[in-house]
């Protein structure tokens, strides 16, 4: 991946200059952190321009982000370009696009169903096809959704659905000729200055449309920029504005039970209504890029948080009642904002060391049993206050860990897939217990591996900070090689 500076960078001011008081800002990162939710980067646009941003170490902002379904909105962009084309309509039937995969008895249901379904979320499925579709084996992503039973009459109800997504990104790409983020490169990265974006492929090499992008945070913010702007850029049109207000608006309901207040404020093609007049494009676990259109102002935000509306109310509470017009400037405000936008940080465990533990530990490998996170054996040395973790799963993994201080490393964290950058340390925790701690500082994600030693026998636990299944392994017990 690559870590140059950002070219065509947005142009920056200080909070005061767009109409928010700096003292609204240090309120916001306080909120984040009271509210418990681990935030990596936010950067807050006003009147186009940049008026506070923030990295906690060691996120940095040249590095790309996992987007999760925050890639959704992109993937609605296109189909706005392929209709602007002349190349579809959203009341054109999804079948038609799929006819070597569509199954030779089609239900009415399916063969009702249009892209503009596929766009709302309303395709007809009562359940999300991803999980059913995203199997080993499964190679036509598109055939096998299509082959699922279409539950409900499509348009009938709101089901939220990413291999719907996967759809849309297929007929562009059916259409064009072109992978999805090819045919966004010319006419939408490009004019922006976005560069070096990446998208996760399918086993037939189809974008993944409904997540699987990466871009930086200062992407994610020029994006939130061209939708305020109504698709113009540089004062000229790149988007249809007319698609920008019929993505972006209420096409359909989803007030569900038990949701939070911004997930039931209606949804349009790809993107989220939220309270209080905005929109967003949100990923799971805080990859935000939200819209304020009655403030002139974006919020882009990536994180690892488990509970995402806790951000978004840190932005209501601080960020949304201080935009006005010409706050007065007190500089002991903007010094304290340049303060704690400087101390924004995520620490190591503090170390604490313990020698003839290290000894005892270093160069031995151990066998792990059977068990569903396929990790087959772990191993440990010690050289110089670095840890070097060797896990061997499907593939081998070398963790280079400091001693209560971050080292830079690359790896895979899945079997498929790049390789991105790690931070790593590790601390004993008394009785002989080691804790390694692996932040994969492209994604949310940050694993712990606490391994405890008795009688022989190693017992490990991986615990992540954000998953879509549980937080922690079941206890793995191993004994030496």
């Known amino acids: 991946m690559n870590t140059e500076p950002i070219r065509s960078p947005l142009p920056r001011t200080q909070p005061e200059e767009v109409g928010i008081p700096s003292q609204?800002?240090?309120?916001?990162?306080?909120?984040l952190a009271?509210?418990?939710?681990?935030v990596h980067s936010f950067m807050l646009l006003r009147r186009g321009r940049v008026a506070a941003e923030g990295w906690w170490k060691p996120y940095e902002p040249a590095l790309p982000r996992q987007l999760f379904s925050l890639s959704k909105s992109f993937t609605s962009i296109g189909v706005g370009f392929a209709v602007a084309?002349?190349?579809l309509a959203v009341d054109d039937p999804v079948l038609a696009f799929f006819p070597e995969a569509a199954p030779k008895r089609p239900s009415a249901n399916l063969q009702a169903m249009r892209v503009r379904h596929l766009l709302t979320m309303t395709s007809g499925h009562a359940n999300d096809t991803l999980e059913r579709i995203h199997r080993p084996g499964t190679r036509d992503w598109a055939k096998a959704i299509l082959a699922l039973p279409v539950e409900e009459e499509p348009g009938s109800r709101f089901v939220y659905d990413?291999?719907?997504?996967?759809?849309l990104g297929a007929i562009v790409q059916k259409l064009t000729g072109q992978r999805l983020l090819e045919y966004l490169g010319s006419r939408l990265f490009s004019p922006l200055g976005i560069e070096d974006a990446a998208w996760d492929r399918c086993?037939?090499?189809?974008d993944t449309g409904g997540w699987g992008l990466w871009l930086r945070t200062e992407d994610i913010a020029k994006f939130g920029q061209l939708l305020l702007a109504k698709g113009r850029w540089e004062g000229r049109e790149v988007v249809a504005a007319s698609w920008i207000a019929e993505a972006t608006k209420a096409q359909v309901g989803n007030d569900r039970p038990g949701e939070p207040p911004d997930s039931t404020q209606g949804y349009g093609y790809q993107f989220w209504r939220c309270r209080h007049g905005c929109f967003r494009a949100s990923g799971a676990f805080g990859q935000l890029c939200v819209v304020m259109p009655d403030q002139d102002a974006v919020l882009a935000v990536t994180g690892g948080a488990q509970n995402p509306p806790a951000i978004l109310d840190a932005a209501w509470q601080t960020l949304?009642?201080?935009?006005?017009?010409?706050?007065?400037?007190?500089?002991k405000h903007q010094a304290d904002l340049r303060r704690a936008l400087r101390g924004l940080r995520l620490d190591p465990p503090g170390f604490r060391d313990d020698p003839p533990a290290a000894a005892h530990l270093d160069g031995t490998s151990w066998r792990l049993e059977p068990n569903p996170a396929g990790l087959r054996s772990v191993s440990f040395a010690f050289h110089a206050g670095r840890l070097a973790m060797t896990v061997q799963a499907r593939r081998k993994t070398v963790f280079r860990c400091g001693a209560g201080r971050w080292i830079s490393?690359?790896?895979?964290?899945?079997r498929t897939g790049p390789a991105v950058p790690v931070r790593a340390a590790y601390t004993w925790t008394g009785g002989g217990a080691l804790e390694a701690t692996v932040r994969f500082i492209t994604t949310p994600f940050r694993e712990t591996y606490v391994c405890r030693f008795s009688a022989g026998v190693l017992e490990l636990v991986v615990k992540?900070?954000?998953?879509?299944?549980?937080?922690?392994t079941p206890p793995i017990r191993g004994g030496r090689a």
């Open 24 to 31: 609204a800002v240090t309120s916001f990162v306080e909120a």
């Open 34 to 38: 009271q509210s418990g939710q681990e």
């Open 85 to 87: 084309d002349g190349r």
């Open 162 to 167: 990413s291999g719907a997504s996967y759809l």
């Open 203 to 206: 086993p037939r090499g189809v």
């Open 320 to 331: 949304l009642p201080a935009m006005g017009e010409e706050p007065r400037v007190v500089k």
């Open 409 to 414: 490393g690359r790896t895979r964290r899945e």
């Open 464 to 472: 992540t900070n954000v998953s879509f299944g549980p937080l922690e």
